[in-house]
């Protein structure tokens, strides 16, 4: 099993900047690929990023498309998210989620593919 801990979130005027954290222990982190996904109020959970296990590959959603990146440091056993140009619609709890790469094929943004998921970080954007 893996852990997450999310963290970096927090209040931010709009235009501003953050960068979530997401720390995983347990099993080997290189063995995951990682993604964040987010929850806003009265919405259901959407894909916001993928990366694959080494770094090589990722995904973004189209709304965050130029605004986020995400990254990973695998000596470090951590994920990133950084947010730049952020707005209103940016509002929500973000989650960070690992997915096996021994399970089938990567589904980068089928949140069920997704076995583990940290508690989320608060993420508010005001105007």
């Known amino acids: 099993q893996v852990q997450l801990v999310e963290s970096g979130g927090g209040l931010v005027q709009a235009g501003g900047s953050l960068r979530l954290s997401c720390a995983a222990s347990?099993?080997?982190?290189?063995?995951?690929?990682m993604s964040w996904f987010r929850q806003a109020p009265g919405k259901e959970r959407e894909f916001v990023a993928a990366?694959?296990?080494?770094?090589?590959?990722?995904y973004y959603a189209d709304s965050v498309k130029g605004r986020f990146t995400i990254s990973r440091v695998n000596a470090k056993n951590t994920v990133y998210l950084q947010m730049n140009s952020l707005n209103s619609e940016d509002t929500a709890v973000y989650y960070c989620?690992?997915?096996?790469?021994?399970?089938?094929?990567?589904?980068?943004?089928?949140?069920?593919?997704?076995?583990?998921w940290g508690q989320g970080t608060q993420v508010t954007v005001s105007a």
């Open positions: 990366i694959s296990w080494n770094g090589g590959t990722t």
């Open positions: 989620a690992a997915q096996s790469i021994y399970s089938a094929s990567w589904s980068y943004n089928a949140e069920s593919r997704y076995g583990y």
């Open positions: 347990g099993r080997t982190f290189s063995s995951y690929h």
